[in-house]
């Protein structure tokens, strides 16, 4: 194994994760700061401690497995690791937002299509994400009726 | 989903900045993004900002018999493309498919959108519908468009000016070419076409088929109709792979194919024999790797003289119907093995070698390291060939046999046999499945 520089990140909730720098600048945002600060970068973010820990873990993996891992495995694992309830998907999307995360983000993105999808209809939508339905009476009907075809 | 989702109090998804949420909707099928356009006012005009508009009438209103169709429901989808291409104007598409089998689109309605997709730069147009599109069609001068896949009754009135700059990869689906410059026109007007399909095209109008192309890699032509009268031109110095599965034309030339790697020459059965693919086996004779049918090994034997292919390393013969009721003058794979001074692999149906050469071809002795035989029978002139292929091998290392199906009781013997027949690549392995 080489020994690679590792970059030491402190989150809010004063814990200190210690990363290998190539699994550090996969979020944009440690990149750029460590850019400016030598090998210390101070994350400043609400309640990122299990989230830090998560992201670490599928970065981490995402590394270490990178040339090994056939395709089939990586979705798998990756389809286990974001079956969490909508809470804990809140919690990895804003970790994923604000430090940048390209995958990660992508990883979610993704979860909350399926979800979506999941859903029989519109008014299951709702429930599942708490969305309030702010239509006046005749905008609605006028929706449904210029997508009669599509059964909404 | 392995939990059950509890129903939420607090709406965090639609605060989301639109490019997420247009993250989220794009993995959902444009029908499904269209849905939840009634969500809450939020989300009302989040799909028209979509970047891939996918319709599919048949698969969309879910119907399976023309007549269950209401011109109201047809009318009603119609305007909901229009809408997506039409009413927004802002945003890029980056793709626009749209398949419709019925004759229900007027031809100025399906240019509009054409137009609109065009002038929102996009980049794939996957198109299968049965409307004329007229000669004012924009996607000749498009010049975002990076790949045109058209399908289903187009009949390609192809401009004087083809000018498609960014042009990676065609695929031409039922189309019908109006004349022999129409066809010249397209290549010419494709400087950086890499991949080219076509597939049941109407030649009925083609005298020379010209594709004359500096960069093209890949090039597959299946099953053409009305191609008796036509001419097949391939120059093409930068092709790697080459399929072809049709009958014969009229005639052939193929220049230039020194990057071939891979050429699958599939010709279908020919009522008249008269029909000459010499130029074919020529043209390709460079090449490493080639799959031939049954009907296509017969034209190659037939070649005076045969052509050697110096550097071919992987043969495939996956076709043996006309090899089935073999006559003893018949020429077979063993004919063509003499021709085959650097092969390495062989797959071939048992039936296809007809005779065992009493002067062993070099590549036997040589150079062949995995042998496959198809469709292998208990019967003794079969075990023979297998016998052959043993004794004679110099370098084989794997030696497969693909039992018929009929004769699987058969195995254990044939297994038997073969192991202990006499063998000439001491570490040689035989698998018989």
Known sequence: MLLS??????????????????????????????????????????????????????????????????????????????????????????AANYLEIESLLNGVTKRVGDFIKACKNVEVIRQTFGINNDFAAQQEEEIRKLNSWNHI | MAEQVKMEEIDRISDLHDSILIHILSFLSTKEAIKTSVLSTRWRYLFDLLPNIDFDLEEDLCRKNIKSYSTDVIENYMCSVDKMLLFCNTTNVNKFGFKCWIRMIGSDRFNGWISAAVDRGVKHLDLSTSVLPSSTLPIFTCKTLVSLKLGKYFVLNVPKDVHLPNLKTLHLHSVGFLNDDSVKGLFSGC???????????????????????????????????????CWLWINAPNLTSLEYYDRLVAGYSMENLQSLTKAVINISACKTFRADATTIFKGICDVPSLVLSDTSLELLLRCEPLPVFANLIRLDLPCHLRFRYSNPLQKGLETLLSSLPALEKLEFYQEVLCSLPEEVPSCLLHKLKTIKITNFTDEKYCIGKAKYILKNGGVLEKLIIVTASHISVAKKWISKTLFASARESKPCFILII
């Open chain 2, 191 to 229: 400087p950086h076409l890499e991949d080219m399909v076509t597939r049941k095209c109407d030649l009925g109008e083609i005298r020379n088929f010209h594709i004359s192309h500096h960069l093209l890699k890949t090039l597959t032509i299946r099953y053409s109709y009305n191609s008796f009268q």
């Open chain 1, 5 to 94: 520089k590792n970059s030491a990140l402190e989150s809010k909730d004063n814990e200190i994760f210690e990363v290998e720098e190539s699994i550090a600048i996969q979020s944009e945002l440690i990149k750029t700061m460590t850019t400016m600060v030598n090998s210390k970068a101070y994350v400043n973010e609400r309640n990122q401690m299990v989230p830090e820990a998560r992201c670490r873990k599928q970065a981490n993996y995402h590394v270490e497995q990178n040339n090994k891992i056939v395709d089939e495995e990586l979705s798998d694992w990756e389809s286990k690791f974001f079956e969490v309830d909508m809470d804990d998907l809140h919690e990895l999307f804003m």
